[in-house]
C-alpha cells in the first residue's frame, strides 16, 4: 500500500467537451490516429456499485470509456496529449477523474443559471458549459485575479459562452442581488487542504527530510501537527462560511459541496454542521449522487451513505469528497 504513488499508478483522465464534440467524434478521432478503444474490466457489487480492476490491460496507445461518467476516456498514464489536435482545439481537457464530479452529480438542466464560487483554473465551469450545452448562464468567480486569468484563457478555448468570470470574494456576493434571481445551482469547490493529492509516499519521505536536520524529533513532530491543525481549522471555517452563504441564495435548489482534501474536518464535518445551522436544507439521496460509486462518506457520520469519497489506492484517482445539498420543499 505504502508504494503507492499517484504520478506512478494513476491514469490519464480526458474528459470530452461536448462544446466542441461529440464523444462518438473524438473516439474516432483517437481511432484514426492509431489508438485502440478496449473494454474495461469491471466488478458490480450487489448494491449497484461498480469499480474497474485494473489498468494493466492500458498498455500504451489503448485507451477505454469510463464506468461512471459518460464523458470520460482512460488512457495509460503515459500517454503524451500536449501536441494533440484534440487538446489544441478544446475538444478534449485534461481533468482527473474525481475532479469531473461536481459538475456531473450536480448535473444542472439546460436553461439554468448556475454559480461556480471558487471556480479558477475553471475545470469544473467548463464542464458545467458543456452539461448546460451553452443553454443558460454560468457566473463564475474568484479571488484570485491571476488564476482567473487562466480561467478565461480556459473557457474561450473550450467554447464556453455562457460563462461570466468576476474577480471577487464569493462571500461577498450579495445573494439578493437582481441579477442572481434565477440561480438554482451552485457548484462549491473552495480551497481546501489538498491532501488528496498528496501521496503517503510523499509524506513519508518528507518526514525523513527532517530527520537529519532535528535531534528531537518529537518536539518537531508535535508542532508540524500542531500548525497543521489549525491551518485545517482555518480552512473548515471557511469552508462552513462559504456553504452558509450559498444557502442565502433566493431561489437555490441544489448545492454541490467538494473538496481535494481526504481528511474528515473539511469534508463530513463541515456538511453536518452546516446542515445543523440551516433547517431549510438536507443531504439529496444517494441516487443523485453517483450511486454506481462504491466508496462513500465515512459511516461514523449519519447520511454517510449520501457522501462520496475517493481514494487513489482503490480508485486510481485523486483523493476527494462529494456532498449534495438540496433546499426542502416547503
Ligand atoms: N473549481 C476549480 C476547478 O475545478 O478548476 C478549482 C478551485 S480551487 C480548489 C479553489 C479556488 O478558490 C482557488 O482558485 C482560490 O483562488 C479560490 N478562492 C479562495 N477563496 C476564495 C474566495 N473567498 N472567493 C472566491 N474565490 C476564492
Not at 123 to 132: E, M, V, W
Not at 174 to 189: A, C
Amino acid at each position: 500500500d505504502e508504494k503507492f504513488r499517484i504520478e506512478d499508478d494513476i491514469p490519464r483522465y480526458v474528459r470530452v467537451n461536448k462544446l466542441k464534440a461529440s464523444m462518438e467524434e473524438v473516439i474516432n478521432v483517437f481511432k484514426a490516429q492509431g489508438y485502440e478503444l478496449i473494454n474495461p474490466d469491471i466488478s458490480l457489487f450487489e448494491d449497484g456499485a461498480k469499480v474497474i480492476n485494473s489498468f494493466k490491460n492500458l498498455k500504451s496507445k489503448t485507451f477505454m470509456r469510463d464506468i461512471h461518467l459518460n464523458d470520460l476516456l482512460i488512457f495509460s498514464k503515459n500517454t503524451d496529449f500536449h501536441d494533440n489536435k484534440l487538446l489544441l482545439n478544446g475538444s478534449i481537457i485534461l481533468q482527473d477523474k474525481a475532479s469531473c464530479f461536481p459538475a456531473y452529480i450536480l448535473n444542472p438542466p439546460k436553461g439554468s443559471h448556475i454559480i461556480d464560487c471558487c471556480a479558477a483554473p475553471g475545470n469544473k465551469t467548463s464542464h458545467l458549459a458543456s452539461i448546460i450545452d451553452n443553454d443558460g448562464r454560468i457566473f463564475a468567480f474568484d479571488h484570485s485575479e491571476r488564476r482567473l486569468q487562466t480561467l478565461n484563457a480556459l473557457i474561450k478555448k473550450a467554447g464556453c459562452s455562457s460563462v461570466t468570470s468576476s474577480c471577487e470574494n464569493f462571500l461577498n456576493v450579495d445573494p439578493n442581488d437582481e441579477i442572481y434571481k434565477d440561480v438554482e445551482y451552485i457548484l462549491l469547490d473552495p480551497s481546501c487542504s489538498g491532501s488528496g493529492i498528496v501521496s503517503r509516499m510523499d509524506l513519508l519521505i518528507s518526514q525523513q527530510d527532517h530527520k537529519d536536520e532535528v535531534e528531537d524529533l518529537d518536539s518537531l513532530e508535535k508542532l508540524k501537527e500542531e500548525e497543521e491543525m489549525a491551518r485545517l481549522k482555518s480552512l473548515a471555517d471557511f469552508q462552513l462560511e462559504c456553504i452558509l452563504h450559498c444557502f442565502k441564495f433566493p431561489n437555490i435548489k441544489k448545492i454541490c459541496y467538494s473538496t481535494c482534501s481526504v481528511n474528515t474536518i473539511e469534508n463530513e464535518e463541515v456538511v453536518m454542521k452546516a446542515l445543523s445551522q440551516n433547517k431549510n436544507f438536507q443531504l439529496c439521496e444517494k441516487k443523485k449522487v453517483l450511486d454506481t460509486w462504491k466508496n462513500r462518506g465515512l459511516n461514523t457520520f449519519q447520511d454517510s451513505e449520501k457522501m462520496l469519497r475517493s481514494y487513489p489506492e482503490q480508485d486510481f484517482t485523486i483523493g476527494f469528497f462529494v456532498a449534495l445539498f438540496e433546499k426542502i420543499e416547503m
